[in-house]
């Protein structure tokens, strides 16, 4: 099984050079059958790269560009007046498709962001006074400027507790930005081609569920996250006054689901907490709430995961 993964990896890699942690942690949210937010700047391949999984799976790719004129029926779709017939049909929007990359997502004000929450929650759509079940497997990977720039807006706490990573996409190295810019000079790209049918991602995700996660490491996970709601009760109350609000329960459901993966990537049959620190940043920082005290001293989420990740006492 762990082949078909390289061999998916070997197709991406045709037109993306290097953001390893990225497609590592697209596959996993797809695998787990969750959503994933990134924040980067431009030109880092996020299209890309969703894009080149969607086409390596033989899955249907869509691409939605958030602006702040959006409308809700502009993603989702709308009741159609047709004259001829004096009736209304049903105009289908972007989101009835496998792999949707909701481009700058908060560009859009938060009628269109909650727009989404039905479908990434329930994976059906409403339309008039009929619902609209997606074809599985269903994906959003959305993509969000980085917070200092101008005109965006803030997603709200509900909808980002709907995604189950959160990366922050970096630059390349200066040898993958070489290479990079020495094949689009070029036009040096291969063809990617499918090698995962649906049937190899059902199997996939079936043999994922059946990871093994000793009831000890269980355990630990559970402590993370309520670490992040009552640090006093594991001597963390230096940073106390910087968490509003710790981490959901979400983020324990989804933990359990992006280790079971993280290990299977590794070509593991089991998790170690070594898979739990790998992902737990990812899970956790578009969860906890800072107080306007930690934003005013410049400490960071991350920084936040961290301290309860060397504290918390592993198993």
Do not use: W
């Amino acid at each position: 099984m762990i082949s078909k993964i390289d061999k998916l990896k070997k197709e991406v890699a045709k037109v993306v050079v290097g953001q390893e942690k990225m497609i590592d942690s697209l596959l996993i949210a797809f695998l787990c059958e969750g959503h994933i937010l990134i924040e980067g700047v431009p030109g880092l391949a996020k299209t890309t790269t969703v894009n080149a999984i969607a086409k390596s799976l033989g899955l249907n790719f869509k691409r939605a560009q958030f602006t702040p004129d959006l409308l809700p029926s502009d993603i989702l779709g709308a009741e159609i007046y047709d004259p001829q017939n004096n009736s209304f049909k049903i105009k289908k929007g972007p989101i009835f498709t496998n792999l949707l990359l909701a481009d700058e997502i908060n560009r859009a004000p938060a009628k269109v962001q909650s727009a989404l929450l039905e479908v990434m929650q329930e994976r059906q759509v409403t339309l008039g006074d009929t619902s609209f079940k997606l074809d599985p497997p269903f994906f959003v990977m959305a993509t969000q400027n980085p917070v200092e720039q101008e005109g965006v807006y803030q997603l709200p706490e509900a909808q980002l507790d709907r995604f189950m990573l959160k990366i922050v996409v970096d630059y390349n190295t200066k040898d993958e930005e070489l290479e990079i810019a020495r094949r689009i000079s070029s036009g040096n790209f291969e063809t990617i081609e499918p090698v995962l049918s649906k049937e190899d991602i059902l199997e996939l995700k079936q043999t994922i569920k059946n990871i093994h996660i000793d009831e000890q490491v269980e355990k630990y996970i559970i402590e993370l996250v309520n670490a992040t709601r009552k640090p006093d009760d594991y001597g963390l109350s230096e940073i106390k006054e910087y968490i509003q609000f710790g981490a959901s329960p979400r983020v324990s459901i989804d933990m359990f689901k992006a280790v079971k993966a993280m290990a299977f990537m590794r070509g593991k049959d089991f998790v170690t907490p070594v898979d739990v620190a790998y992902i737990a940043k990812e899970l956790m920082r578009h969860r906890i709430v800072l107080t306007y005290e930690a934003e005013a001293e410049g400490i960071l989420i991350d920084d936040i995961i961290q301290k309860v990740l060397e504290t918390v006492v592993l198993p």
